[in-house]
Antibody, heavy 119, light 107 residues
Framework: QLQLQESGSGLVKPSQTLSLTCAVSGGSISSGSYSWSWIRQSPGKGLEWIAYIYHSGSSYYNPSLKSRVTISIDRSKNEFSLKLDSVTAADTGMYFC???????????WGQGTTVIVSS | DIQMTQSPASLSASVGDRVTITCRSSQSISSYLNWYQQKPGKAPKLLIYGASSLQSGVPSRFSGSGSGTDFTLTISSLQPEDFATYYCQQSFNTHRTFGQGTKVEIK
């Protein structure tokens, strides 16, 4: 059974870089035509897609975040990662990783990790 | 980008009620429409993919319909565990977008 687990910096100072990793277990990140997504949710707000990446390394970004976001994949570690530069309080929230199947939705999610931007 | 608009933003219903949530896209997305359920403090759960296909393990009281720009999620008989927030999401475009959510509350 595929499982995803987020980890990374829970408290980040303004203007610094947020770094998160999603570890994939119970299956290979390189199998199939899946993509691997990051999604976030500000407190009390809706879901916002951030980016996704294929095992080939092809990646796509939310235009509103593209200038600050980098998504990467490490097939040897079976994980993918997110970096968000120049964070502000507006980047505070819950960050989720998920497997994304274009014709099948985001069918497997991590439990989420809380990120707080504060000095 | 494709904008997704859900209605209503919230609704109050009783156990046993039939509930319908609507999602409209700003341009045609064929059937690339997915529905999720989210409970407080939890990750979203995929309910419906491809506009009308029921995800494995999801109760049959959930159903989806529509294509093009107009879509519907229906809960045929609301159960206590269904009180949650529901989101639609399009996967037609390389840039994924979600609706703003519909909160289903107890009347």
């Amino acid at each position: 059974q595929l499982q995803l687990q987020e980890s990374g910096s829970g408290l980040v100072k303004p203007s610094q870089t947020l770094s998160l990793t999603c570890a994939v277990s119970g299956g290979s990140i390189s199998s199939g035509s899946y993509s691997w997504s990051w999604i976030r949710q500000s407190p009390g707000k809706g879901l916002e897609w951030i980016a996704y990446i294929y095992h080939s390394g092809s990646s796509y970004y939310n235009p509103s975040l593209k200038s600050r976001v980098t998504i990467s994949i490490d097939r040897s570690k079976n994980e993918f990662s997110l970096k968000l530069d120049s964070v502000t309080a507006a980047d505070t929230g819950m960050y989720f990783c998920a497997r994304d199947i274009r014709l099948g939705g985001m069918d497997v999610w991590g439990q989420g990790t809380t990120v707080i931007v504060s000095s | 980008d494709i904008q997704m608009t859900q209605s209503p933003a919230s609704l109050s219903a009783s156990v046993g009620d039939r509930v319908t949530i609507t999602c409209r896209s700003s341009q045609s997305i064929s059937s690339y429409l997915n529905w999720y359920q989210q409970k407080p403090g939890k990750a979203p759960k995929l309910l419906i993919y491809g506009a009308s296909s029921l995800q494995s393990g999801v109760p049959s009281r959930f159903s989806g319909s529509g294509s093009g720009t107009d879509f519907t999620l229906t809960i045929s008989s609301l159960q206590p565990e269904d009180f949650a927030t529901y989101y639609c999401q399009q996967s037609f475009n390389t840039h994924r977008t979600f609706g703003q959510g519909t909160k289903v509350e107890i009347k």
